[in-house]
């Protein structure tokens, strides 16, 4: 029978066996996956494990240096490379949800690339890829592979995808990665995080991006999920967020009148992503988190709840 403590040996034993005295590269993204992924390489091979965390600047608020932080303290040979500038600017005046995708995977495996290339002698790649990532074989959480595939077809891969592959959880399931991780001893909220998709807020900032934009958005976001924390209501919530709409509406200030953005606020529950239902949030935590963001954040002065199902709508808004 199947048990936690089981897989972790036997895949221990493994990697030792496979990967022996190479050296493995590993993007972390924060995720639960490639988290535990790391963790079970760590316990196989120690320091030979690089991990590369990269800063794309549209992570969640304080997220990257939290993050960083958190992996450092479970004792990952983790290198954190903040390339928040590189992005903005690929960025800058793309508004077609497509083309951001496609600039972020772009700059993305650039930085990656130029990591992993500093890693001398480097043998393997290592993905936190997961049973229905194999299955669905375009992943939608599962990596920048799609990406890579779409920028490469000419010239050739970068040369981090001429590196092996090894894929620690490619037979099991995300509640089986949570549980191994837990046996593991890593953290339960890291391991309850909800998922985030790789283009991270880029796409939760419809239309243009700027880092005003980002650093609003983050803002907003922060108080609507350290609210559902402070609520009880995280657990319950297979993923939620804030979305920054491209339209301003009037509102008032004593006797001004302001013309400021609109956030929304989403939040599903699911099984796997693919189906998914808005949350019945009780109003006065509505109440409560629209207050304080409209309060705290300047340039918001509208909060709205999305009420839609999947299908026909979908999570992301792009
Ligand atoms: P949708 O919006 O398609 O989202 O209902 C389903 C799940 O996929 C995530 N998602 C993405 N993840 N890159 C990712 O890594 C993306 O471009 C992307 N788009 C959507 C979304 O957050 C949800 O969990």
Redesign the pocket.
């Known amino acids: 029978t199947w048990t936690p403590d089981s897989f972790v040996d036997e895949t221990v034993a493994d990697l030792k066996a496979k990967v022996g005295n190479d050296k493995v590269v590993l993007g972390l993204s924060g995720g639960v996956d490639s988290t535990v992924a790391a963790v079970l390489l760590h316990k196989a091979i120690g320091s030979n494990l690089h991990c590369i965390f990269v800063n794309n600047g549209l992570l969640r608020k304080n997220e990257y240096t939290d993050v960083l932080k958190q992996y450092e303290g479970m004792g990952l040979n983790v290198k954190g490379v903040d390339a928040s500038a590189r992005f903005l600017n690929e960025l800058a005046g793309l508004s077609d949800p497509e083309a951001k995708?496609k600039a972020i995977g772009k700059v993305f495996i650039d930085v990656f690339d130029d990591e992993a290339n500093q890693i001398e002698d480097a043998k393997w790649l290592a993905q936190g890829t997961i049973y229905p990532d194999v299955i669905e074989s375009v992943s939608?959480?599962g990596g920048p592979s799609a990406t890579i595939k779409s920028h490469h077809n000419v010239g050739g891969l970068p040369d981090f995808m001429k590196l092996k592959i090894v894929e620690p959880l490619r037979m099991i399931f995300k509640d089986e990665v949570r549980r191994v991780g837990k046996s593991m001893g890593i953290d339960a909220e890291l391991l309850g995080r909800h998922?985030?998709?790789?283009?991270g807020l880029a796409?939760r900032i419809l239309g243009d991006i700027t880092s005003e934009k980002v650093r609003i958005l983050q803002e907003v976001d922060a108080i609507f999920i350290n609210g559902l924390k402070e609520s009880g209501l995280y657990n319950k919530v297979w993923?939620a967020g804030a979305i920054l709409l491209p339209v301003n509406s009037v509102g008032v200030m004593g006797d001004e009148r302001t013309y400021e953005k609109v956030v929304a606020l989403r939040a599903v529950e699911s099984t796997d992503?693919m189906t998914?239902d808005w949350v019945n949030l009780p109003y006065e935590f509505l109440q409560k988190t629209s207050n304080n963001i409209i309060n705290k954040v300047k340039g918001v002065n509208r909060v709205v709840y999305d009420i839609s199902s999947?299908p026909p709508a979908?999570?992301?808004w792009e």
């Open positions: 995708r939608v959480n998922p985030f998709p790789g283009p796409i993923q992503g998914a999947k979908t999570i992301e």
